[in-house]
């Protein structure tokens, strides 16, 4: 979770964040190169609008996790290898639930931190647990024996953590606002490599072989984890404004989607000769009825990708969830607002369960918390055609 902006200092106790909603007039906007117009490509912009086309998602079979956490919710994660859901919280604990596929849930196992939990991850195997915190620490709950140990540390908190596999070893990489990427062997208690990064580690995801790191000023930092000492290739982001979240495309990972805090999505391509298929479009963006020269804009909190099928899902500030398909350049379906910001997301290792976290940002500070905001994590059912990609017509 990214502090509010590039500039400055926060700590953690602040709990702010860069989803923050802005309004621009449209006189007001630059021209930018290479911007797919969603209109044309994807099918109509994605609003927060209900309509009654098909592209309109239907909410009425989603169910809500029982005994959610108790404060805002940062990150969720699908466990690779089974029906079990990981929940990193600002209460300062990560849970560990399990999914049926009814949607039912238990809460199986929990530990805690010293400050806000501020990411998660799973081992490749599934059988541990990851948590990164604000209190400069991470660490693993082993799921059979339910031990915790302390596997990583920063000098500043812990933003962002995936796993790898490294020669047969599986290893944590932890992302920090001290700017620092370590690896770390679990059977050790000091990195065994590292990397800094440009800026304030942000965001971070890995599949396969690639780990994309986002930091602030808007830098990506792409590693081939095989090298890990060493950065594969470093740009700037595209998108004008903070980087909010980054996401590998799957199942084949040649690039990677960006989300920014302007309501704008990404798509980039790692290899030169892919360039030309790199793009941007705005999705979580309101017109007011009554104002059409106005455009109320909102923070791209998350982005899955579903692992079989390649096509993605941004969710925002505005409270909305949109299924994409990056190669048609079209929007498959967009869902009613679920009464709050949409703060993560992530698909189940089959594809046909989407979770998402409804919480609070902190975009406007503790003065815009209230006891009534929700503090959920809903499980969507992927039905039919719903994550499909468009069939291949040989023309747009």
């Not at 950065?231 to 404004?241: D, I, M």
């Not at 996401?247 to 360039?275: H, L, M, T």
Request: net charge neutral; glycine share 8%.
């Amino acid at each position: 979770m990214p502090p509010p902006s590039n500039h400055g200092t926060n700590t953690p106790a602040q709990k702010t964040s860069a989803a923050r909603s802005t309004t621009y007039r449209s006189s007001n906007r630059s021209p930018r190169p290479k911007e797919a117009e969603m209109a044309g490509l994807f099918g109509g912009a994605a609003s927060s609008a209900a309509n009654t086309n098909p592209t309109q998602g239907d909410l009425s079979k989603d169910v809500a996790v029982s005994d959610p956490p108790e404060d805002s919710i940062s990150n969720i994660a699908f466990s690779p290898q089974s029906e079990h859901l990981a929940v990193a919280s600002w209460d300062k604990k990560v849970r560990i639930y399990e999914i049926d596929q009814n949607g039912n849930s238990q809460g199986k196992a929990l530990f805690d931190f010293e400050g806000p939990v501020l990411n998660c991850a799973w081992s490749k195997d599934g059988s541990k647990v990851f948590g990164a915190s604000a209190d400069k620490t991470a660490k693993m709950l082993d799921i059979q024996s339910g031990s915790t140990q302390q596997v990583a540390q920063h000098d500043q908190p812990i933003s962002c953590c995936e796993t790898i596999v490294a020669g047969g070893n599986q290893m944590l990489v932890t992302g920090g606002w001290d700017k620092m990427v370590k690896y770390w062997d679990l059977r050790s208690p000091t990195p065994a490599g590292q990397v800094e990064a440009k800026e304030r580690i942000y965001t971070m995801d890995v599949r396969n072989d690639m780990l994309v790191v986002g930091t602030a000023d808007r830098w990506i930092h792409v590693v081939n984890v095989n090298q890990p000492g060493t950065f594969y290739r470093t740009l700037q982001s595209p998108l004008k404004w903070q980087s909010r979240v980054v996401s590998i495309f799957s199942p084949e990972p040649n690039g990677f989607a960006i989300g920014s805090i302007e309501g704008r999505c990404a798509i980039q391509y790692v290899e030169d000769k892919d360039q030309s298929g790199n793009f941007s479009f705005k999705c979580h963006r309101q017109t007011p009825p009554n104002d059409r020269n106005t455009s109320n804009v909102f923070a791209v909190n998350a982005i899955s990708f579903h692992p079989q099928h390649g096509t993605f899902s941004t969710a925002g500030s505005d409270g909305t969830f949109h299924f994409w398909d990056k190669d048609a350049k079209h929007r498959l379906k967009g869902y009613p607002e679920v009464g709050g910001s949409i703060v993560a997301t992530d698909f189940n290792k089959g594809g046909n369960i989407f979770a998402y976290a409804v919480s609070y940002d902190w975009s406007k500070g503790y003065q815009g918390n209230s006891q009534q905001y929700p503090n959920k994590i809903m499980l969507h059912p992927i039905v039919g055609d719903e994550c499909k990609p468009r069939p291949k017509t040989g023309k747009r």
